[in-house]
């Protein structure tokens, strides 16, 4: 064998690596190419399931969001907004976090579902093929119908001064039905987004005695104390309380759980509008969604907090270019199902926290809001339903800033700012609404 010199040697090995190194580039760069080709992304087939299932629900025709994204020419005329608002996480809104309580109405994109967006709109946002059928809208919540059964709404549209004050209402919405009916789902419908601070809904079984269609439809709030009586003979039978705040979803309840609508009575609805700066209208409704299935466990609510039970400590009061944190407590008198937790704040609002703690000292997360958001508010629904044994203290807790780098800080400059339990969005709320059911054996195992 003859001998080779070093530097022959060398060169020699050093082209073979170099040779080697260009053929496993090559062959990469096919298999990428080939797996590109493969992993094509196209609206029908990646990016309309992503935008039905956590957009579309509130971006529909007259739906929360500012423009619908039901079908491929709505989404891309906006695709650059919806690339910028996902890949920041600003969209969808989702405040609760995730790693404390993982809810069944989370809208909260994984990074693959992100990263599949921001490849798609690099790409062109190509349409594919097309679907063989109309998109379907995806329903708000799940195992409803899309159309409701019932629409209750004020008796005509409601006239809103320009004149800079927050507006208070409490509307008389009659019904009578040919029988009472199993509500699965409820879902308020606010007429003009931009000004309801909040809504609160009663409905009323009434007995046929009273005349539900005489007097007032509505009464402002500077006649509360004067005129509110008259609705005092309506306040018989409360069947159910809901309420809506901004970027709530609809309430929807398992099979077999709800509540059912008398055949007769008033819905009394008190709505919170916020300062209008010039004259405007509202004419919000309630849609009511039916189901066949009996019911046979009705759902019950509590209010801890501003407004309603419990002491909050120290008293709600919070100084000029101070950040406090509050809490309220309340023991638990019976075992409790929890389908529902509805946590509310106001502008100075910072965090939001509560969770239970059983008489064995076992605690129990019930919903974190890390960085409040007085925009995206919520009634966050339980993947299961959670049992609070009897004895426990359920805690909330929240922190306010009311210095001058909270952006949303009504005053400039800051004021103490004293809560007397008013719901004007200038004062201050610590509030937790509670949807429960009295607890029966394996309700934990029960999905919500």
Known sequence: MPHLSA?????????????WGL?????????QTQAQKAEQLTYGQHIAPILQTNCVPCHKPNGAGPFPLTTYAEVSRHKQTIKAVTKSRYMPPWKADPHYVSFANER??????????QRWVDAGAPQGPKLRSPQPVTRSFAGTKTTPDLVLKPKKVLEIKGNGMETFVMFKIPFELPAGQAVQAIEFIPGNRQLLHHANFAVQAVENTIDIYAGSDYVLSDQFQTNLGEFQPFMQEVVYYGGWIPGATPQSFPAGIGFTMPRRGVILLTVHYGIAAKDTTDWSRINFYFTKTPIQRTIQATSIGSGGIGEIEPPLVIPADSVKKFQVKLTTSMDLSVLYVWPHMHLLGKRFKAWAVTPQGQQLPLVSIPEWDFRWQEAYRLKR?????????????GVYDNTSSNPNNPFSPPKMVISQD?????????NLIILFLPYEAGDEQKSN
């Open 7 to 19: 530097p022959f040697y060398y060169q020699l090995t050093s082209k073979l690596k170099a040779g």
């Open 422 to 430: 008013l719901m004007e969005s200038r004062s201050e709320m610590l």
């Open 23 to 31: 053929l496993c580039t090559l062959i990469m760069l096919v298999f």
């Open 385 to 397: 339903l959670l049992r609070i044994p009897v004895g426990s203290t359920i805690m909330v807790e």
């Open 108 to 117: 909260r994109l994984t990074d693959q579902e992100i990263n599949q967006i």
